[in-house]
């Protein structure tokens, strides 16, 4: 039996019964000794088959199998009836056979046999001393004690099995628990790192590629130079946020807060002609590192698609800050586009921009609401609670 809390339960059980055994064992060959008659030697021959054939299944049962057990008790059994002919003091031994009945013989097999053993044990305490009341009642109050603590651990012994079932059960719900914890760690984990490369790094090369195209196509004594100067901060600044990234510190941008982030938001694009208008509503505003992360990298993603996609002049950004929540709009005079279009197309390059903001809001249990229309513009809203606890 696998260990469990009632082990040692049935351990003591079963050192009690062998203790029992010995001990009426002991008394049936004190009283041959005593006697000393002419069945003295075969007494005491048979009590030492007896205690051998004890000893060899007490030893050897959780080997054995069921038909192996079966022999063993009814060798016992027939060594016990022979050993009760000679001495009648070896009725007292039917008491630690009842219950060695009751736990090796299966089903109804082991209150049938004390049944059986009761009444030869009644029998044979009547023919060796005549019936009397003690000699009857003795091995009927003993049977029932022995059916009742016999059935009783074969009660417990099915709980505790059906317990350490249970608890396997849960122990391998557990690891698998586990095993999923960690997958959807990983998986969580590359989410994140998708989203940071493509808010920094690879919003940044596709900048430097726009502009070393405008360049190309720039025309007098130096060519292009504007552009490349541009290209060449936005390099630096791409290089920036991905060694701080690779830190897991805060965006470089950040260090003068997210007001001043946005601003300089706009004047990089304002050079190449797109008008940003940024107000922060109230301009001292205090906001905890990730919102502030997340609304900047919400914003250079939106600002980024209106560059790529959006054919826009004018970009409006608004941030609103109250005691409960952080409001981000992103509003530009493009195009326009079909949200719903883009929301099927979430698999595409194109739309991942949008994926990655709905899912940096969802990460701080806000809401990112998209309207456009084709020909209307689009405004993107990014609203964040504050207070999460």
């Given amino acids: 039996m696998a260990h469990s809390t009632l082990t040692p339960v049935f351990v003591g059980l079963r050192t009690g019964l062998h203790v029992l055994f010995a001990a009426l064992l002991t008394l049936v060959v004190v009283r041959v000794l005593v006697v000393g008659d002419d069945t003295m030697w075969v007494a005491l021959a048979l009590a030492s088959a007896f205690a051998v054939l004890y000893v060899l299944g007490a030893t050897v049962r959780k080997r ?30 039917v008491f630690p056979l009842f219950f060695l009945y009751l736990h090796v013989l299966p089903g109804a097999g082991g209150p049938v046999a004390v049944i059986a053993a009761t009444v030869i044990a009644v029998v044979a305490l009547g023919l060796h001393g005549g019936f009397t009341v ?4 003795g091995p009927l109050v003993g049977a029932g004690v022995a059916l009742l603590i016999g059935l009783g651990y074969r009660a417990i012994a099915r709980e505790a099995a059906e317990r350490e079932q249970l608890v396997a059960e849960l122990l391998a719900t557990r690891d698998r628990l586990a095993a999923t914890e960690r997958q959807q760690g990983v998986l969580t984990e590359r989410s994140r790192l998708a989203r940071e490369i493509h808010d920094t790094v690879a919003q940044g090369l596709s900048s430097i590629q726009m502009l070393l195209h405008a360049a190309e196509a720039a025309d007098g004594d130096r060519p292009g130079l504007e552009h490349i100067r541009l290209a060449r901060s936005t390099a630096a600044d791409g ?28 004047g990089q694009w304002r050079r190449e002609g797109l008008r940003i208008d940024v107000g922060v509503m109230p301009t001292d505003a205090h906001l905890p590192m990730d919102v502030q992360t997340a609304l900047l990298r919400i914003a250079q993603g939106a600002v980024a698609n209106v560059v790529q996609h959006a054919d826009a002049t004018t970009v409006d950004i608004s941030l609103t800050v109250t005691e409960t929540h952080a409001t981000l709009t992103v509003h530009d005079d493009g195009v326009g586009f079909d949200p719903a279009l883009v929301g099927r197309q979430a698999g595409t390059s194109d739309s991942f921009g949008l994926r990655a903001m709905a899912e940096r809001v969802d990460q701080l249990g806000g809401r990112l609401d998209i309207v456009s229309a084709l020909g209307d513009g689009a405004t993107i809203t990014a609203t964040v609670e504050l207070d999460r606890s």
């Fill in 134 to 137: 003690g000699g009857v009642i």
């Fill in 239 to 266: 290089l920036a946020d991905t060694r701080r990234f690779i830190r897991e510190l805060a965006p470089p941008s950040l260090d003068a807060g997210l007001a001043a982030a946005l601003q300089r938001l706009s």
């Fill in 64 to 93: 054995r199998s069921a038909a192996a057990r079966l022999v063993w008790i009814i060798a016992l059994t027939a060594v016990w009836v022979a050993l009760l002919v000679v001495v009648p003091e070896a009725a007292y031994l």
